[in-house]
C-alpha cells in the first residue's frame, strides 16, 4: 500500500522504491515497534487512517505509471468499497508507558452514507492483458482534516471495551475475551466427552472388528505400520 501511496502522491516520504519493496510485510509488528520506540511521541489509544481492503490485492504497477495498480495474483483486484481496515492500540500500562497492548487489526463494513466522499475515494486503473484498462475506486482517508465519524465511534467503543482490571485481557475487547473463555470452555467439556467415549469404544472387544472395518484407510494403515514395528 504505502508503495502505491508514494507512487501516487498520497504519501510524501523520503525514501527510494527499491528500499519500500525491501520493507517486510509485518505490518502489525512495525507499528508496535515503533509505538514502544516512540513512546514519548505516540501514546495509546492511537489509530490509523483507515484503508479499502483491496489494498491488499494490489501491487505497484509495473510501468510505476501514476493513476495505475495491477493485481496482486493474476492481475486480480478485490472489490473495493466493501471493508475498510485499520490498526488500532488501545492500552499503555500507567507503571510503565513502554508496556503496551498488541496492535490490532480492525476490520468494518463500508457504510455509503458516512465513507463516500470526494475526499475518501481514490480512482485508479488496472491495465489487464488485452489492453483493457479497468477502473479501480477505493476508499482511503489519507486527509486527516476530513472527519470520520464511523472510526471515531469505533474507537471510543473499543477503549471503553478494554479492561485494565484483567492481565491477560489487557488492551483487548472485553466480550471477545469472555466469549473466547466460554468457548475454550465448552470445547474442553465436549473434548472429554469425545475422549472418553473413543477410549470405551477402542477397548470394547465386541467392537473390535466393526472398528477394524469402518476405519479410514490411513487410520488402518497406521494401525498396521504400529503393529509392525512393535514385532521387529
Not at 48 to 71: C, H, N, P, W
Request: glycine share 2%; aromatic share 10%; hydrophobic share 40%.
Amino acid at each position: 500500500m504505502i508503495p502505491i501511496m508514494c507512487n501516487n502522491d498520497l504519501l510524501k516520504a523520503n525514501i527510494s522504491q527499491e528500499a519500500l519493496e525491501k520493507l517486510p510485510n509485518t505490518d502489525r509488528m512495525i507499528l508496535q515497534s515503533a509505538s514502544i520506540l516512540n513512546a514519548d511521541k505516540i501514546v495509546p489509544p492511537w489509530s490509523l487512517i483507515e484503508y479499502d481492503s483491496a489494498f491488499r490485492t494490489m501491487v505497484l504497477d509495473k510501468q510505476k505509471r501514476k493513476g495505475y495498480v495491477a493485481g496482486a495474483i493474476k492481475n486480480k483486484i478485490g472489490l473495493e468499497k466493501v471493508f475498510l481496515k485499520t490498526y488500532v492500540q488501545l492500552s499503555q500500562a500507567k507503571t510503565d508507558p513502554m508496556l503496551r497492548s498488541n496492535v490490532l487489526l480492525v476490520d468494518r463494513l463500508v457504510y455509503p452514507e458516512y465513507d463516500y466522499k470526494p475526499e475518501t475515494v481514490v480512482e485508479f486503473w488496472n491495465e489487464l492483458s488485452d489492453g483493457t484498462k479497468e477502473p479501480v475506486e477505493v476508499i482511503l482517508f489519507v486527509d486527516k482534516n476530513v472527519p470520520n465519524r464511523l472510526q471515531s465511534l469505533t474507537m471510543s467503543v473499543l477503549v471503553a471495551m478494554a479492561p485494565s482490571n484483567i492481565p491477560e485481557a489487557f488492551g483487548h475487547n472485553t466480550p471477545l475475551f469472555i466469549a473466547d473463555k466460554i468457548a475454550k470452555w465448552n470445547y474442553s467439556q465436549f473434548k472429554r466427552v469425545v475422549d472418553t467415549t473413543a477410549e470405551w469404544i477402542l477397548n470394547n472387544h465386541k467392537l473390535r472388528r466393526f472398528i477394524f472395518y469402518m476405519s479410514t484407510f490411513r487410520e488402518r494403515r497406521t494401525a498396521i505400520e504400529a503393529a509392525r514395528r512393535e514385532q521387529i
